[in-house]
């Protein structure tokens, strides 16, 4: 008989694998179509019925390197991939830097880039990240951890 909390607060059966007959056992299931497996979402104690999206998307006019750091440090349960783009001045569109920011902030200001305005805007943007084959074992996910 499966147990009524796992039945009404995941939709799964205890006792089977796969509820649904979906070929992909329930713990690697997503059913809130956010990108994290109900296992993931279990094992940071979050509801894996709710949905968890990335935060949204920054733009930053001129900013500093600081500036920069900052929008990019998360205070999430999830590990979401952070996109940055930039947009130099005259550029009518965001590209990917060929570069990493901290250089573009030393040659502005070899001395302490930290702290200089850049000359160009940063677009930053966040998604879930993919497993990896190193992430597998045995054909199955595995939990990489926070």
Not at 21 to 49: A, M, Q, Y
Not at 63 to 76: C, E, Y
Request: glycine residues 6%; proline residues 10%; aromatic residues 10%.
């Amino acid at each position: 008989m499966p147990d009524i909390y796992e039945v009404l607060v995941t939709g799964t059966e205890p006792d089977n694998a796969d509820t649904g007959h979906t070929r992909i056992l329930d713990g690697f299931k997503e059913t809130s179509l956010d990108g994290w497996s109900n296992l993931e979402k279990f094992r940071r104690r979050v509801n894996p019925l709710h949905s968890n999206f990335p935060p949204a998307t920054v733009e930053l006019k001129r900013p500093t390197l600081i500036d920069v750091f900052r929008a990019t440090q998360l205070n999430s349960d999830f590990r979401y991939e952070p996109q940055v783009l930039i947009r130099t001045n005259g550029a009518t569109g965001y590209s990917i830097p060929q570069m990493p920011l901290e250089m573009f902030y030393r040659m502005a200001n070899p001395r302490d880039p930290s702290r200089t305005p850049a000359d160009f805007d940063v677009l930053i943007s966040w998604k879930v990240p993919e497993l990896h084959g190193h992430e597998f074992h045995n054909g199955q996910p595995v939990y990489q951890g926070p």
